[in-house]
């Protein structure tokens, strides 16, 4: 009787499906909309039949459809899903997430793919919860006391967590995975600086947290879900509580609840802290804040999901390029060491700010590979994108980071190549950093949305990478390209398996 119902509700959502296919194409077919440019579609099925083939190399048959498209914008329809508008035009992302702001939420069927996990943090919102969450949180990123508690976290982790894990390693001429390394360097960072708990995480004599475990299981389910060929099958799965559906319900009351005692723990010692000692990190600013338990909860987890991965991701990326870009590494070493004065000075903030090539070349290892390779938004009312691509309500439309970065007409014929120095300009005798408009290069969104952590991601992305490059040279075992692979933040397949070796005094490589 059990399965009875579960192939009834499965054969009732491909039906409805069909259903909303059908009108979906006859409303495009009644209203005449202006030609567009994607895969091959069918009646009915859409381009289900490319989808489905190209489901696991989706970001490269994305980017060759757009680089053949004149306006670098397809659009797709399939079986079970919304029509989707991806775009790579500049234009078109300027105009989604500035000029027609307000007709471009995340939308509910987002929302529905991360509610379960994310609850109503700041990254799952619109409107006026949004916009609530983000006065708070702009005003605590804002504040000077948070940036000078991020480099001193910085600082500590570095020193006697990292760099003596690399130390072993140069030791014993053992293999590290330093993707593996960076991810729980990334999670410590996040949750001292986010919650004031350490979970010691770079502490290899200790078990990986249950919450890391979660957190890693959570977030792979979810985003398999806004990947799925058909929306009904993981829904259905939900329902009844089935297969991967049942992990992720797991997971996300593991993190629920293991966010929400850390809450309530730190309310507790808040309450009892009458000279204000324990107001550096980001949880107890929002509890003093006075909000809700539940609120707090989801804002943090939304904070520990953004800042965990993608700075791991970017940083990762950035070793491997440089161990095949030896210039570059040099100039980085260079650089680090003349702000330094030769190790006579300590990383501040300041010494970080001044870091232009180390900076450059972090943008060029994230336009090749971004941590967040696409974004969706939903379109609330009928509209027409900048090029003339008509979008309808409901429509999905994704700005695609990944694809933007290889797009000959933005970056040149050269767009596959890493160089850092696409990033500087003459001025008189000097080089000094471009002005990208974030809507070519949007890999920390823009707008409105632009992410609130973006100075923190680039402060700590400079000093771990400083600090490694300035000490160690980072040898990769293997030669072959490594696989990207979009998740909700994006990774390095099998992890970036290196040798450690020690830098010698003159930092020659």
């Given at each position: 009787m059990f399965m009875f119902l579960i192939i009834s509700f499965t054969l009732g959502s491909y039906l409805l499906s069909f259903i909303f296919s059908f009108f979906q194409e006859f409303y495009a077919c009644q209203t005449k909309l202006p030609a567009t440019y994607g895969p091959p579609s069918y009646p009915i099925i859409g381009c289900l039949i490319s989808f489905y083939k190209n489901r696991r190399c989706l970001l490269d048959w994305y980017t060759h459809l757009l680089s053949v498209s004149p306006t670098q914008t397809i659009a797709l329809r399939r079986l079970g899903a919304r029509r989707t508008i991806v775009t790579a035009n500049p234009e078109?992302?300027?105009?989604?997430?500035?000029?027609?702001?307000?007709?471009?939420?995340?939308?509910?069927?987002?929302?529905?793919?991360?509610?379960?996990?994310?609850?109503?943090?700041?990254?799952?919102?619109?409107?006026?919860?949004?916009?609530?969450?983000?006065?708070?949180?702009?005003?605590?990123?804002?504040?000077?006391?948070?940036r000078e508690f991020v480099v001193m976290t910085l600082q500590e982790e570095v020193e006697n967590r990292l760099m003596p894990l690399l130390e072993a390693a140069v030791e014993a001429k053992s293999v590290l995975d330093l993707q593996d390394l960076l991810r729980r360097f990334a999670f410590d960072i996040v949750c001292r600086v986010s919650l004031g708990t350490d979970p010691s995480c770079l502490d290899l004599s200790l078990p990986i947290p249950p919450l890391v475990k979660a957190f890693d299981s959570a977030s792979e389910i979810s985003a398999m879900r806004g990947m799925a060929p058909v929306y009904a099958v993981w829904k259905a799965k939900k329902l009844f509580n089935l297969g991967a559906e049942?992990?992720?319900?797991?997971?996300?009351?593991?993190?629920?609840?293991?966010?929400?005692?850390?809450?309530?723990?730190?309310?507790?010692?808040?309450?009892?802290?009458?000279?204000?000692?324990?107001?550096?990190?980001?949880?107890?600013?929002?509890?003093?804040?006075?909000?809700?338990?539940?609120?707090?909860?989801d804002m943090v987890i939304s904070f520990i999901m953004a800042g965990r991965d993608t700075t791991s991701a970017a940083?990762?990326?950035?070793?491997?390029?440089?161990?095949?870009?030896?210039?570059?590494?040099?100039?980085?070493?260079?650089?680090?060491?003349?702000?330094?004065?030769?190790?006579?000075?300590?990383?501040?903030?300041?010494?970080?700010?001044a870091m232009d090539f180390l900076k450059a070349s972090?943008?060029?290892?994230?336009?090749?590979?971004?941590?967040?390779?696409?974004?969706?938004?939903?379109?609330?009312?009928?509209?027409?994108?900048?090029?003339?691509?008509?979008?309808?309500?409901?429509?999905?439309?994704?700005?695609?980071?990944?694809?933007?970065?290889?797009?000959?007409?933005?970056?040149?014929?050269?767009?596959?190549?890493?160089?850092?120095?696409?990033?500087?300009?003459?001025?008189?005798?000097?080089?000094?950093?471009?002005?990208?408009?974030?809507?070519?290069?949007?890999?920390?969104?823009?707008?409105?949305?632009?992410?609130?952590?973006?100075?923190?991601?680039?402060?700590?992305?400079?000093?771990?990478?400083?600090?490694?490059?300035?000490?160690f040279e980072i040898k990769p075992v293997f030669d072959n390209e490594p696989a990207f692979a979009p998740l909700l933040t994006a990774h390095m397949v099998g992890g970036l398996k290196v040798m450690v070796k020690r830098r010698n005094a003159n930092g020659d490589i």
């Amino acid at each position: 009787m059990f399965m009875f119902l579960i192939i009834s509700f499965t054969l009732g959502s491909y039906l409805l499906s069909f259903i909303f296919s059908f009108f979906q194409e006859f409303y495009a077919c009644q209203t005449k909309l202006p030609a567009t440019y994607g895969p091959p579609s069918y009646p009915i099925i859409g381009c289900l039949i490319s989808f489905y083939k190209n489901r696991r190399c989706l970001l490269d048959w994305y980017t060759h459809l757009l680089s053949v498209s004149p306006t670098q914008t397809i659009a797709l329809r399939r079986l079970g899903a919304r029509r989707t508008i991806v775009t790579a035009n500049p234009e078109n992302v300027e105009h989604v997430l500035k000029t027609n702001f307000s007709n471009f939420p995340k939308g509910k069927p987002f929302t529905e793919i991360l509610g379960d996990l994310l609850g109503c943090g700041i990254f799952n919102v619109d409107g006026e919860l949004w916009s609530t969450q983000r006065k708070l949180a702009s005003h605590e990123f804002s504040t000077k006391s948070l940036r000078e508690f991020v480099v001193m976290t910085l600082q500590e982790e570095v020193e006697n967590r990292l760099m003596p894990l690399l130390e072993a390693a140069v030791e014993a001429k053992s293999v590290l995975d330093l993707q593996d390394l960076l991810r729980r360097f990334a999670f410590d960072i996040v949750c001292r600086v986010s919650l004031g708990t350490d979970p010691s995480c770079l502490d290899l004599s200790l078990p990986i947290p249950p919450l890391v475990k979660a957190f890693d299981s959570a977030s792979e389910i979810s985003a398999m879900r806004g990947m799925a060929p058909v929306y009904a099958v993981w829904k259905a799965k939900k329902l009844f509580n089935l297969g991967a559906e049942r992990k992720l319900k797991e997971a996300i009351k593991l993190v629920h609840d293991a966010v929400s005692e850390i809450v309530k723990t730190k309310k507790r010692v808040l309450e009892n802290d009458r000279e204000g000692k324990l107001e550096s990190d980001l949880l107890s600013r929002l509890l003093l804040a006075g909000h809700g338990e539940e609120v707090v909860r989801d804002m943090v987890i939304s904070f520990i999901m953004a800042g965990r991965d993608t700075t791991s991701a970017a940083m990762t990326w950035l070793f491997w390029l440089l161990s095949k870009h030896q210039n570059s590494e040099e100039m980085i070493v260079k650089e680090v060491k003349s702000l330094l004065d030769d190790g006579e000075k300590a990383i501040d903030f300041e010494v970080l700010k001044a870091m232009d090539f180390l900076k450059a070349s972090l943008c060029e290892s994230m336009r090749l590979y971004p941590p967040v390779p696409w974004d969706s938004k939903h379109a609330m009312f009928d509209d027409v994108l900048p090029d003339g691509t008509s979008v309808r309500k409901g429509d999905r439309v994704t700005y695609f980071p990944y694809g933007m970065g290889r797009m000959e007409k933005l970056w040149g014929k050269d767009r596959f190549e890493f160089r850092p120095d696409r990033w500087f300009q003459e001025t008189g005798s000097d080089q000094t950093l471009k002005s990208v408009s974030p809507y070519k290069f949007p890999v920390f969104q823009a707008g409105p949305r632009v992410c609130l952590g973006k100075e923190m991601a680039m402060i700590q992305m400079k000093y771990v990478v400083a600090s490694i490059l300035r000490r160690f040279e980072i040898k990769p075992v293997f030669d072959n390209e490594p696989a990207f692979a979009p998740l909700l933040t994006a990774h390095m397949v099998g992890g970036l398996k290196v040798m450690v070796k020690r830098r010698n005094a003159n930092g020659d490589i």
